[in-house]
């Protein structure tokens, strides 16, 4: 340590106090934590995406020009994939999925190494002694991860969204763009806020459910087998049981409780570029009503996140907010099954980690 020389090992051992404790060891975790999110969900996203895009349908149909219309007559969850199947051929029940992939694997690894990356940067907090107090530090560290990520790949959930609800039967008769670049150049050239369509809304949607989905989850886990053994999955049939249900709860519950948001957002991302007679015929025509309505992409939709409430209330009441709402609990509920994939990839077994 002499003054005016190099620095001694004695000062290098000083430095890494100074900023986050073993950075190599964090940036190391941070990648593992990456690919276990990565494996834990990218044949899952793929395997079930049909049900996504019926999803999407199903939520943003009441908003679409050709179903206000009655161009094209309404769609039902029974009959959708069947009639998708017949009308855009069977590969159209994953038109979408490639922006999806892109936007929905890396956000749930990003979300979970994100998350986890947030909890060591927060004060600690004993979930036993002040369970307020650690469930809100789990909350903030599961939102920030979960508007982080959705700011790196909302434009990949913008192309899902427009792609999954057009009604096109072929290229020519697309409504949005005939594929993920098209869908995007479209939105460029119809105004407002373009491929961000509907971001402020999904960043408060998406805080505020990672916020009930990673906080509810790790908080829970954390009263129930401790805060030591809350991250060390015992592979008995008892515990993955009890795991799974904790899981499915608390997924469902931060679904349901965040669901208008989303229902919202995806309809703002279908109005773009609708002409401003689509959002008066929204509310004046019932389903199957008559009178054309112009194609998307020639004027933006007045109106942002108050303006577009108001208009599925006005038209479908508080039921327009809970679109498919049914049969996607059971969907997330099935999608729990990460949370619990997740720990036990992540639980220390081997002498690893």
């Known amino acids: ?65 050709r179903i206000i219309s009655g161009k094209v007559p309404r769609y039902s969850f029974v009959h959708s994939f069947g009639r998708l199947a017949r009308e855009q051929g069977v590969l159209g029940l994953w038109r979408g999925n490639t922006p999806y992939l892109l936007r929905h694997v890396p956000s749930i690894s990003m979300s979970f190494a994100f998350k986890d990356a947030f909890r060591e940067a927060l004060p600690r907090v004993d979930a036993a002694a002040r369970p307020a107090a650690a469930l809100a530090v789990n909350a903030a560290a599961g939102a920030a991860a ?81 805060e030591q053994a ?28 965040t669901y208008p948001l989303d229902i919202i957002r995806k309809r703002l991302i279908v109005e773009l570029g609708a002409p401003p007679a689509a959002a008066a015929a929204a509310q004046q025509l019932g389903p199957g009503g008559g009178g054309a309505v112009p194609a998307a992409g020639t004027a933006p939709r007045r109106g942002g996140f108050a303006a577009c409430a108001r208009r599925i209330y006005a ?13 996607d609990m059971v969907f997330r509920a099935g999608g729990g099954l990460l949370l619990v994939g997740y720990d036990v990839l992540r639980s220390p077994r081997d002498g690893g980690g």
Do not use: C
């Open 146 to 226: 979960g508007a982080l990520s959705l700011a790196l790949v909302y434009p990949f959930e913008f192309a899902t969204v427009r792609l999954a609800a057009d009604l096109g039967a072929g290229a020519a008769d697309r409504q949005f763009g005939n594929g993920m670049l098209s869908a995007w150049l479209t939105a460029m050239r119809s105004g407002g806020a373009g491929v961000y369509q509907g971001f402020g809304v999904a960043v408060a949607s998406m805080a505020a459910y990672k916020a009930l989905y990673f906080g509810l989850h790790d908080s829970a886990k954390a009263a129930l087998w401790g």
């Open 1 to 65: 340590m002499a003054p005016g020389g190099p620095p001694t090992a004695g000062a290098a051992g000083e430095q890494p106090p100074r900023g986050r404790r073993r950075p190599p060891e964090t940036r190391a975790q941070l990648a593992r934590d990456l690919a276990t999110g990565m494996v834990t969900s990218g044949v899952y996203t793929t395997a079930t995406y049909p049900i996504h895009r019926v999803k999407i349908l199903l939520q943003t149909q009441d908003a679409n020009p």
């Open 315 to 327: 038209r479908e009441g508080l039921r327009g907010f809970f679109r498919f709402w049914g049969f």
């Open 230 to 257: 809350a991250g060390r999955v015992e592979l008995a049939p008892r515990e993955l049981a009890a795991r799974t249900l904790l899981a499915a709860a608390t997924t469902v519950t931060a679904a349901t409780l």
